[in-house]
């Protein structure tokens, strides 16, 4: 699996896939270099229907998660340009999602999955499960041919996972994206960055809602901005676990309160059957489709 790890020191590291990380301050010629590189597409304009629509139909498809139940719920399902939110209690199948779309899209060669794994969730093994258990459903260049564990290197290849345990991380992580993508740097083979997981966003966002950093809905506003602005400029799908807290007389809510409610382009709430491997998800929110919605999916054990 190419992955970015950290180091002591200063310089930079560089993933298997061309992320660069950088654990020193820059030059100031350098960090004005890299900001004019940045902000070169940041001057908007107004996008007429024709104009808007042709986006919508040429670039904004789908990444099939490879549930097929979710994917039908969805319309296909994470939508390019648009950031998708799983949420649910612990154990009701949120990383399950994430495992089986990373390894849908890398399987299917659409492009490099940048996987952000915040509590160490992120398994090889149930990749492995996923890929050899649904082996038989890919053909596209001639995929299936390939033995298996060439198969499944070629697999983790595409997906880089990055251990992310705070804010201040997750913002450099998300600025170096941003700047490779725009320096077209983020590939692998030819491949370039569709599908960014965040597993999960509310592990790094809820500890600094509290009263311990003053800004911290701003930083938490900041980094779904962000996340928009990178599933938009450059048409990747974003996916993020959100998890549930307490609403009152044994109700409950997706964390991160109101400010964060906004935020996602489509919403699913994730409920497990006891002592089962089924699980539910329902529609809170979706840009095209009513809310309300219902799909039962099987996790395997």
């Not at 107004?46 to 808007?52: K, M, Q, V, Y």
């Not at 890398?106 to 915040?118: C, E, H, N």
């Not at 962000?226 to 959100?242: C, E, G, Q, R």
């Not at 491997?277 to 809170?284: F, M, Q, Y």
């Amino acid at each position: 699996m190419a992955a970015a790890r950290g180091g002591s020191g200063g310089g930079a590291t560089t993933s298997g896939c061309g992320l660069k990380r950088r654990y020193a301050p820059q030059d100031h010629e350098e960090m004005m270099n890299e900001d004019q590189r940045s902000t070169g597409d940041q001057c908007g304009r107004f996008w007429n229907g024709i104009e808007l629509l042709k986006d919508a139909t040429e670039k904004k498809h789908f990444l099939p998660t490879g549930l097929e139940s979710i994917d039908t719920l969805l319309g296909g399902g994470l939508r390019q340009g648009q950031l998708t939110e799983i949420t649910g209690p612990s154990s009701s199948g949120k990383t399950q999602i994430c495992l089986h779309s990373a390894s849908n899209v890398a399987a299917k060669q659409m492009g490099v999955v940048m996987y952000l794994d915040t509590s160490n969730s992120f398994s090889p093994s149930r990749v492995a499960t996923i890929i050899y258990g649904a082996s038989d459903q890919f053909g596209q260049r001639g995929f299936e041919l390939q033995p298996k564990d060439a198969r499944f290197k070629s697999v983790m290849r595409s997906i880089i996972c990055e251990s992310v345990f705070d804010i201040f991380a997750l913002f450099e992580v998300l600025h170096q994206l941003e700047v490779s993508l725009l320096n077209d740097k983020v590939n692998n083979g030819g491949s370039k960055v569709c599908l960014l997981i965040i597993d999960s966003i509310s592990s790094l966002l809820a500890p600094i809602i509290g009263g311990k950093y003053p800004q911290g809905r701003s930083m938490m506003i900041t980094v779904a901005m962000i996340l928009k602005k990178l599933a938009n400029d450059h048409n990747l799908s974003v996916l993020v676990t959100n998890h549930m807290v307490s609403a009152g007389n044994g109700a409950v809510k997706p964390a991160l309160g109101e400010s964060w409610k906004a935020v996602p382009h489509v919403r699913l709430v994730i409920s497990r059957e006891c002592e089962s491997n089924i699980c539910t998800a329902t529609v809170l929110k979706h840009t095209l489709l009513a809310s309300g919605r219902t799909a039962k999916f099987v996790v395997p054990s």
